[in-house]
């Protein structure tokens, strides 16, 4: 589900919050020394991600820039005990410093 | 606003219908000869064009494949005369046959 060099503590899950919690907690993980945050969504909330994205990289922090966006297709179980197919993004940021 | 290579004419704009309905149309633009298609969408849009392209490739035309994605930000002007900003994402779309 990640890549080889990504530990799991840099992904940021994004979910049905505002952009600008997701933008601090990016913040956050760069100032703590990551060199690379991973955001990751699914379903409505790619939209919430992509706008975080931008927004860190345009008004926050002009040294990140986005490295690699992969989307993939998710299964997941439903109520009725059969699977639906949910569409998952992920983002990687780079800080170029 | 778009590469070199791309005419415009190979772009599908994504709003709020449901993903099916684009889904058709860039079926329809693979099968009229084009090697590659670029989705467009803005603000919550942008799930519904992840949406869109996941599932012409998992399940109507497994030999296209995501060949790029870019964000970017926009701005546009509101009704109060303001300008307001709104991402953006375009997702190329590539048949390898």
Do not use: C, G
């Given at each position: 589900m990640h890549g080889d060099t990504m530990?799991?503590?840099n992904a940021v899950y994004v979910g049905?919050?505002?952009?600008?919690?997701y933008v601090t907690a990016i913040i956050t993980q760069f100032n703590d020394g990551s060199d690379?945050?991973?955001l990751k969504a699914r379903g409505k909330a790619i939209s919430t991600a992509v706008d975080?994205?931008?927004?860190?990289?345009h008004r926050f922090m002009?040294?990140?820039e986005i490295d690699d966006?992969?989307?993939?297709?998710?299964?997941l179980e439903n109520k009725e005990g059969g699977t639906s197919?949910?569409?998952s993004i992920e983002i990687t940021l780079n800080r170029s410093s």
């Open positions: 530990a799991e503590d049905k919050k505002r952009p600008m919690d690379a945050v991973v975080t994205a931008e927004i860190v990289r002009q040294d990140v966006i992969i989307t993939s297709t998710e299964q197919n949910v569409s």
